[in-house]
């Protein structure tokens, strides 16, 4: 039977497959209750002092944002990619 090359590529890393998990599915989290404006993320203080100062629609924006960021921060673990150091 051959190898599925995304479990292949993770084989021995399954912190990484795990940490990219998280980040992707936070940044679903985030990115769906942005789009949805769910009550409960708007009531976090950080995400309250920033509609106070911005707006619902900036922040909004913002939020989907770093949502994004996170799905993609995650598809960076997930590939392998390590910085040169």
Same mark, same amino acid.
């Given at each position: 039977? +051959?190898?599925? $090359? +995304?479990?292949?590529? &993770?084989?021995?890393?399954?912190?990484? *497959?795990?940490?990219?998990?998280v980040a992707a599915t936070l940044g679903c989290?985030? =990115?769906?209750?942005? @789009?949805?404006?769910?009550? @409960? &993320?708007?009531?976090? %203080?950080?995400?309250?002092?920033?509609?106070?100062?911005?707006?619902?629609? %900036?922040?909004?924006? =913002? =939020? $989907?944002?770093?949502?994004? $960021?996170?799905? $993609? &921060?995650? *598809?960076?673990?997930?590939?392998?990619?390590?910085? %040169?150091?």
């Amino acid at each position: 039977m +051959p190898d599925f $090359a +995304p479990l292949a590529m &993770l084989q021995g890393r399954s912190a990484d *497959g795990f940490v990219a998990a998280v980040a992707a599915t936070l940044g679903c989290v985030v =990115l769906w209750s942005a @789009w949805r404006q769910s009550a @409960w &993320l708007f009531e976090l %203080p950080k995400t309250r002092w920033l509609e106070e100062r911005w707006g619902r629609g %900036p922040t909004r924006c =913002l =939020l $989907a944002i770093v949502g994004m $960021a996170l799905i $993609a &921060l995650g *598809g960076v673990i997930l590939s392998g990619w390590r910085m %040169p150091w």
